[in-house]
Nanobody
Framework: QVQLVESGGGLVQPGGSLRLSCAASGSIFSISAMGWYRQAPGKERELVATITNSDSRNYADSVKDRFTISRNNSKNAVYLQMNSLKAEDTAVYYC?????????WGQGTQVTVSS
């Protein structure tokens, strides 16, 4: 069983920054990629950023040049540095881990951007 635990969410003013962290534990074999998704109220879950085991990164157009994804392979952890936050970034952010056979999700962490 694999568990993903996110942290780092909270309330921030527009233009501010937050750093999300996600740590994976359990029986983890052959991680292919890790990433972050988000879901705003009344909307579908959408991709924010992903990073593969070869360090290839992919970002949603809406967050390019503002968000940076990184990972620590020795800790099975993935991070999301979010800068220049906007109100439209408000959502529950979910960590995702993909292996050769399965996909796992964290419980989500709330990010609220408001003055």
């Amino acid at each position: 069983q694999v568990q993903l635990v996110e942290s780092g969410g909270g309330l921030v003013q527009p233009g501010g920054s937050l750093r999300l962290s996600c740590a994976a534990s359990g029986s983890i074999f052959s991680i292919s990629a890790m990433g972050w998704y988000r879901q705003a109220p009344g909307k579908e879950r959408e991709l924010v950023a992903t990073i593969t085991n070869s360090d290839s990164r992919n970002y949603a157009d809406s967050v390019k040049d503002r968000f940076t994804i990184s990972r620590n392979n020795s800790k099975n952890a993935v991070y999301l540095q979010m800068n220049s936050l906007k109100a439209e970034d408000t959502a529950v952010y979910y960590c995702n881990l993909i292996t050769m056979t399965s996909s796992y999700w964290g419980q989500g962490t709330q990010v609220t951007v408001s003055s």
